[in-house]
C-alpha cells in the first residue's frame, strides 16, 4: 500500500488541542520552530494572538483530508489551502 505524505496548517489561539496530534496522526512540520508554539498559551495568562501551525502526517490514501469539524470543535481551524499530498518515494 503506498504512502502520502501531508503538510497542512491550523491556526486558532489560545491553548493548542495536543490530542489533535494523536487524533489525526501528525506533528509539527519543523519541530523546532512550531512545537513551541503549541506550549506557548498554557504557561501564559494572557490570550495570545491567532498563530499558524505547520503539521505533517503520513496518510495511505492521497484523499484523506484532516478532521475539520473536530479542529472546529477546539476553536482551530484548518486552512484548506495549506493542505498539500504528495506520494512518498
Known amino acids: 500500500m ?17 490530542d489533535m496530534l494523536r487524533y489525526d496522526f501528525c506533528s509539527p512540520r519543523r519541530e523546532g520552530d512550531d512545537t513551541g508554539n503549541l506550549y506557548a498559551p498554557m504557561y501564559s495568562r494572557e490570550r495570545l494572538p ?17 478532521t475539520s ?8 481551524r484548518v486552512i484548506p489551502e495549506t493542505i498539500k499530498t504528495r506520494k512518498t518515494s
Not at 54 to 65: A, E, F, G, Y
Not at 69 to 74: D, I, L, Q
Open 69 to 76: 469539524g473536530r479542529w472546529a470543535s477546539f476553536g482551530w
Open 50 to 66: 491567532v498563530r499558524r501551525i505547520q503539521l505533517k502526517r503520513l496518510v495511505t490514501h492521497k484523499d484523506k483530508m484532516p
Open 2 to 18: 503506498p504512502l502520502y505524505y501531508q503538510e497542512f496548517e491550523v491556526e486558532g489561539s489560545g491553548d493548542f488541542p495536543m
